[in-house]
């Protein structure tokens, strides 16, 4: 048991592992590159971006966020949390900063998208939740080798990870802060 813990890192348990091979296989779908889980996660932390941002992607990449199991886990009238209220869906990392509309998700990653054209002449990558999660690891612009930290690759991973962080926010300071938030609001935020 010892000698597994010594090879085995602490977040390697069956149920991550599952999560991460579907995001690891999407990078592979996407980028034709796929990472180890260990330079997936490794990864995170060279990134540009302030450490907030970093433990940020870091708890996606480990199913750590508080959203659907760690309220359904807590088990009473805290269950009901693990889904979204208006959508009711289970709510995941994925639904809240791509699929659900009460967090500005869709506004903001277009306002992300608009601005990338105005300042790059580099096209726009669109996002997913393994893009996010994969920020520092996968080839982010056309024809770049993976590990790749051109000036593009960096303004992405710093924009990207930036609008997560900021729909990631939103959600929070209207779902756990109990703040009305007007959708509209999360992109001004850029
Ligand atoms: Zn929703």
């Given at each position: 048991?010892?000698?597994?813990?010594?090879?085995?890192?602490?977040?390697?348990?069956?149920?991550?592992?599952?999560?991460?091979e579907m995001?690891?296989?999407?990078?592979?779908?996407?980028?034709?590159?796929?990472?180890?889980?260990?330079?997936?996660?490794?990864?995170?932390?060279?990134?540009?971006?302030?450490?907030?941002?970093?433990?940020?992607?870091?708890?996606?990449?480990?199913?750590?966020?508080?959203?659907r199991?760690?309220?359904?886990?807590?088990?009473?009238?805290?269950?009901?949390?693990?889904?979204?209220?208006?959508?009711?869906?289970?709510?995941?990392?994925?639904?809240?900063?791509?699929?659900?509309?009460?967090?500005?998700?869709?506004?903001?990653?277009?306002?992300?998208?608009?601005?990338?054209?105005?300042?790059?002449?580099?096209?726009?990558?669109?996002?997913?939740?393994?893009?996010?999660?994969?920020?520092?690891?996968?080839?982010?612009?056309?024809?770049?080798?993976?590990?790749?930290?051109?000036?593009?690759?960096?303004?992405?991973?710093?924009?990207?990870?930036?609008?997560?962080?900021?729909?990631?926010?939103?959600?929070?300071?209207?779902?756990?802060g109990?703040?009305?938030?007007?959708?509209?609001?999360?992109?001004?935020?850029?």
């Amino acid at each position: 048991m010892v000698l597994q813990k010594l090879i085995k890192p602490a977040w390697d348990t069956p149920e991550r592992t599952r999560e991460m091979e579907m995001t690891l296989q999407d990078c592979a779908d996407r980028t034709g590159f796929r990472p180890t889980k260990q330079t997936y996660i490794k990864s995170t932390w060279k990134l540009p971006i302030t450490n907030v941002v970093k433990d940020f992607i870091w708890k996606i990449q480990l199913q750590l966020l508080k959203c659907r199991k760690y309220f359904t886990k807590m088990g009473g009238e805290w269950a009901e949390k693990g889904t979204c209220e208006t959508c009711a869906v289970t709510e995941t990392p994925e639904h809240i900063l791509f699929g659900c509309t009460l967090n500005g998700g869709h506004e903001t990653w277009t306002e992300a998208a608009k601005l990338w054209r105005r300042s790059s002449e580099e096209p726009w990558t669109d996002t997913s939740l393994a893009i996010v999660s994969s920020l520092g690891v996968i080839p982010l612009m056309r024809g770049s080798q993976a590990g790749a930290q051109s000036a593009n690759d960096k303004r992405y991973q710093i924009l990207v990870s930036y609008v997560a962080w900021t729909i990631w926010k939103a959600r929070c300071s209207r779902k756990i802060g109990g703040i009305e938030w007007d959708p509209q609001k999360t992109a001004s935020g850029l």
